[in-house]
């Protein structure tokens, strides 16, 4: 069997589901940019919190989600007798999470009125607290979003067409997550971020009402889970066998390093445009804004190469080094214009994972079931979001070191040279060398060749999923 076999004896969801599949990839990607761009901006710099608060609390939520995350994917997995005939096996858990996530939201901005600097602890439980449970309930929605995924779309041509309808919605989330903060918010007034903050729960719950119909699973899909006569792996068991998959493993390590150049970029644009350039709010929609379109043109030509190149590893290798270039020459900014531009370019770089990496994780996946003989994805979803979340602690773990070791001022936008080379440090420096060492890793040991993953096709085939 080769890949147009499969492609022809699968049966491909309507383009109207997959847009409304992929209107799930905005409210993630607006959520998370909107969390990653000011929350630690915001207690930091607004708020007037100590470094090293921030960084405890984030360090607190990272344990949690070395927790939370691969147990809501592995208690999701299970199959609930006739609840999950009639109901589905993700569909009733993505909206019981997606619910409360919509307003949970707002807490992230809304922390005590103290004095961070002389009655620090509220606002450091309050971080912890609020952060805590807006990881919990949106995990809840989205291990399951991402468990459909391959479930839902199980042919090559399905997952580019979906992936790439996925990525225009995230991308496009991009413009309005950079572009309402800055509108609404100052940077020295505390309470103009609460307003910004409900702007983004109506948005989001807006979204939410629109994906649910994509999220609903058909007699055919659900059956599918009742397929494997094998008994389920316990959680523990299932920890240990999804980390000893070698694509998993690999495939993370890559997955980690886009996501701590994302997240150090998103957040370190309001430093540079408040602290490197002196601009004003609205210079960060600038700079967003030039990211964002060189992310939507590179999608059509990163589509492209994966189809000429049919070898979903020597694609994802070569996004990983673009980005690796891409996030460097960021470092070289002086004014908003050349930012704008550097930005263009480290946007085109990272269409390649915006566009693909569903489908990169999509084949660990599916030789995940080859390996287990069960419909059980969930666990690994599950680690895999956790590493989302670790990368994010350890973004800010950069962040915190940088500031302390080049004296960054809480609360003030007026640096030193040595601050404002910091901000440059975390913005560019560290996590281009971070992704390098990580595409290396992932280039030499990533075990997925084009053979092998016309073998898993077959496997597949073979034990009916």
Not at 110 to 123: D, Q
Not at 414 to 441: D, N, W, Y
């Amino acid at each position: 069997m080769n890949e147009v076999d499969v492609e022809r004896t699968e049966k491909i969801p309507s383009i109207i589901n997959m847009i409304s599949y992929g209107t799930s990839g905005f409210w993630g990607m607006f959520t998370w940019t909107v969390f990653g761009s000011y929350v630690f901006f915001f207690y930091e710099r607004t708020v007037g919190l100590p470094v090293e608060y921030i960084f405890y609390a984030m360090l607190i939520f990272t344990l949690w989600d070395a927790i939370n995350d691969p147990l809501i994917g592995f208690l999701t997995d299970r199959i609930l007798g006739n609840f999950t005939r009639k109901f589905g096996k993700r569909f009733p858990w993505i909206i019981i999470g997606i619910i409360p996530a919509n307003f949970v939201f707002v807490l992230l901005f809304m922390p005590p009125t103290v004095n961070a600097a002389t009655n620090p602890l509220p606002i450091f439980y309050w971080i912890i607290f609020s952060t805590c449970l807006f990881d919990t309930v949106t995990t809840l929605c989205f291990v399951n979003v991402n468990s459909l995924f391959p479930d839902k779309f199980r042919t090559d041509k399905a997952r580019r067409r979906a992936g790439g309808i996925l990525t225009f919605f995230s991308i496009n989330a991009l413009p309005i997550a950079t572009m309402i903060p800055p509108l609404m918010i100052d940077f020295n007034n505390q309470a103009t971020f609460i307003p910004m903050a409900f702007i983004c729960v109506a948005i989001i719950a807006t979204i939410s009402l629109l994906f649910l119909p994509g999220m609903y699973e058909n007699k055919e899909l659900i059956d599918r889970y009742y397929v494997s006569k094998e008994k389920p792996e316990g959680f523990i068991t299932a920890l240990k066998s999804t980390l000893k998959q070698k694509s998993f493993v690999y495939y993370i390590i890559l997955f980690f390093g886009f996501q701590v150049v994302t997240g150090s970029l998103t957040a370190s644009i309001p430093y540079a445009v408040d602290i490197v350039l002196g601009g004003t709010e609205t210079d960060t929609i600038l700079l967003f804004a030039a990211f964002l379109v060189g992310a939507l043109i590179s999608i059509p030509f990163w589509i492209k190469i994966a189809k000429k190149i049919k070898n979903n590893k020597k694609t994802a290798v070569i996004g990983g080094f673009s980005l690796v270039i891409g996030t460097f020459l960021s470092t070289f900014y002086t004014s908003v214009f050349d930012s704008m531009i550097y930005e263009f370019i480290l946007g085109f770089s990272m269409g390649n994972f915006w566009a693909l990496m569903t489908i990169y994780f999509a084949d660990v996946l599916d030789e995940r079931i080859t390996l287990t003989r069960t419909d059980v994805r969930g666990t690994s979803v599950g680690i895999s979001s956790f590493f989302s979340r670790l990368s994010r602690g350890f973004q800010i773990a950069i962040f915190s070191i940088v500031h302390i070791l080049t004296g960054f001022i809480e609360g003030q936008s007026a640096q030193s040279e040595l601050a404002k080379f910091g901000v440059r440090l975390h913005m560019s420096v560290i996590p281009a060398i971070v992704l390098l060492i990580c595409t290396i890793i992932y280039w030499k040991f990533y075990p997925i060749t084009p053979q092998i993953w016309m073998e898993n096709k077959q496997k597949l085939k073979e034990l009916g999923f």
